[in-house]
């Protein structure tokens, strides 16, 4: 009884949370109201309402839809609404103000896509990043024309032990543009947190290469010396004690740590982005889509843009000013367009800048809100984008918010497509709901088999019924730091799904998801007394496999997702069903 009473306490205290609940949708402010009349009043008594109350056209396009506005606030707006006159319109509503987001007047912001594609507008309505300070570790940072109003706090050049860190590349200049690049001063290009302070700390020297004892030393002296963030867009191959001790000391000291994930476009990311503690940030470009040179998988935390240049979109890449060599050999400023997980790494520093400005300090802390923000991307297996793509608004605002309340949550569960029963069939890492019924299905046709010739259950032909029909599913979106991810999924693959397991496509290969490979296993162990099972249940489990995918998802290489790859999936499914059968005649023994 007790429990009861408790649930129906909790049940009416969510009802009335539920209940009372404003949205933004009632947060607006105005001054005015909007009376829209309906048009079947008649015009002489709309004026001498429009009299009384003092009311005009919002302008002369109105006229003709008998809208009008009068001044009032949220009193006289309620009083409206309860009086006679609520029955002559068709609405009373807020005439609400709506303000332009903050654009900056930098005249080639129009040109940096990059940073509205994070949504950093609306961030910039909460927080700009002032107190926070981010550590560039880099080339070193040089204070061109665009970089004379940021904020700078001490460096050091561990190249060539001196305290200036001048670049002398090009590179650091430019990644530290993109973090804290002076905004709002009438010229050239912004920055993320551009009332953060930046840490130049040059390990890198004017060819690019860096050894890991200075990157270490670096990162310790930014921990030391008051650092919230460290972007390291560097990397490389090679595990390091060093290295992640450093990195483990700046963590302890609350310290976030982004490096970027590399640009070899292969399966795992580099280090320092691979250690524990760092997050790994991967490259799009300006459609959204993974770019062509970005490292992925295992290690990559988040996406964020980093450009890619093609003779199709030449202007894909991330522009900043930044320093470069003229026809005399002299260093003089320039704005140049960069790309590379580079480019990506200091947009994810610059938004960890703005978050931890909101509130979040922990390190942990800022990490699972730019995980949460993040635009999630469903059809992701080969982890090309971690969490998904970097939304500097929502990291921002959800940072506000201190916590994560109700509201954020039901708001994580729309955005992100759960709330979509569509998304619980055939959506997310894994598809569950049609992965659980091919097993259900390989066990159904399973039984019917055995009621025309009775054999008992072994784990053979148990195996075989879960290999052919979805494998350890769960397994495919396992990732363990410095592991290869292809082996998880080709155990969490079935038999019909090993044809795109490498490449990690969502289409099923013809070969694969057809009779050949279970004609293939039964010719290969019908004369074995046990693994003969073991065949008969995978020829099964690919059949049932089949007939479920002919149903939720027929997209196939090749033949497309229409009625031919429906027909070819059903058509394999009964072979598979017939060429078990033959197997099993005559056969009445324990399998």
Not at 67 to 89: C, E, H, M, Q
Request: a negative charge; charged letters at 15%; glycine letters at 10%.
């Amino acid at each position: 009884m007790r429990k009861l009473l408790i649930a129906c306490l909790f049940l009416l205290g969510v009802g009335f949370a539920l209940f009372n609940f404003k949205g933004l949708a009632a947060q607006g402010e105005f001054d005015s109201i909007v009376l829209d009349f309906r048009e079947d009043v008649p015009a002489e008594v709309v004026q001498e309402q429009v009299r009384s109350l003092g009311a005009q056209y919002n302008s002369e396009f109105s006229e003709s839809d008998q809208l009008y506005i009068i001044k009032g606030d949220r009193n006289l707006l309620k009083t409206l609404k309860k009086s006679p006159l609520a029955k002559k319109t068709e609405y009373i509503e807020p005439n609400y103000v709506y303000k332009a987001l903050e654009v900056p007047n930098d005249p080639e912001y129009s040109k940096q896509w990059n940073l509205r594609s994070i949504n950093v507008e609306s961030a910039w309505d909460e927080t700009k990043g002032a107190g926070m300070t981010v550590a560039v570790i880099d080339t070193g940072i040089s204070r061109v024309p665009d970089l004379k109003d940021t904020k700078f706090v001490q460096g050091y050049d561990f190249v060539n032990n001196r305290d200036q860190a001048d670049d002398d590349n090009g590179h650091g200049t430019h990644v530290g543009g993109t973090v804290a690049q002076a905004t709002n001063n009438g010229y050239g290009v912004a920055g993320i947190a551009y009332e953060a302070s930046l840490m130049p700390l040059k390990v890198l020297s004017a060819e690019g290469g860096g050894t890991v004892a200075d990157i270490a030393e670096a990162i310790k002296f930014a921990a030391d010396n008051g650092a919230d963030v460290i972007n390291m867009s560097l990397g490389g191959g090679g595990e390091s004690q060093v290295m992640q001790e450093a990195i483990d000391y700046a963590y302890n000291k609350g310290v976030v740590i982004v490096a970027a994930a590399g640009n070899s476009n292969e399966n795992s990311a580099s280090y320092p982005a691979r250690y524990p503690h760092v997050i790994g940030v991967s490259a799009i470009d300006s459609a959204g889509e993974k770019a062509f040179y970005s490292s992925y998988g295992a290690g990559v935390d988040i996406s964020a843009p980093g450009g890619a240049i093609t003779e199709e979109n030449p202007s894909g890449g991330i522009l900043q000013e930044t320093i470069s060599y003229d026809e005399n050999g002299k260093l003089i400023p320039t704005f140049a367009a960069f790309q590379g997980t580079s480019m990506a790494s200091p947009h994810v520093a610059g938004v960890a800048a703005l978050v931890k400005a909101s509130g979040v300090t922990e390190p942990e802390e800022v990490l699972g809100v730019l995980k949460k923000s993040a635009r999630v991307i469903s059809d992701d297996a080969l982890n090309y984008f971690g969490a998904g793509h970097l939304d500097a608004s929502a990291a921002v605002k959800l940072a506000v918010r201190g916590q994560i309340t109700f509201r954020d949550f039901f708001r994580w569960l729309r955005d992100n497509g759960y709330l979509n029963p569509r998304f619980w069939i055939d959506g997310g890492a894994v598809a569950l709901l049609p992965k659980i019924a091919m097993v259900l299905g390989s066990y159904v046709l399973a039984w019917f088999l055995r009621n025309y010739f009775p054999f008992g259950w072994s784990w053979s032909l148990t195996s075989g019924l879960v290999a052919g029909s979805s494998g350890l599913f769960f397994l495919r979106g396992f990732y363990i730091f410095d592991l290869p991810q292809w082996p998880f999924r080709m155990m969490g693959s079935s038999i019909p799904e090993l044809g795109n397991t490498i490449q990690g496509s969502g289409l099923l290969n013809p070969i694969f998801a057809s009779v050949l490979i279970p004609f293939a296993l039964i010719a290969l162990l019908l004369g074995h007394r046990s693994w003969k099972w073991f065949a008969i249940g995978s020829t099964l489990g690919v059949a049932s496999c089949l007939l479920v995918s002919a149903v939720a998802d027929p997209a196939m290489l090749w033949l497309g997702n229409g009625a031919i790859a429906r027909l070819f999936l059903i058509t394999n499914a009964l072979l598979c069903i017939g060429l078990a059968y033959l197997s099993s005649k005559g056969e009445e023994q324990t399998a």
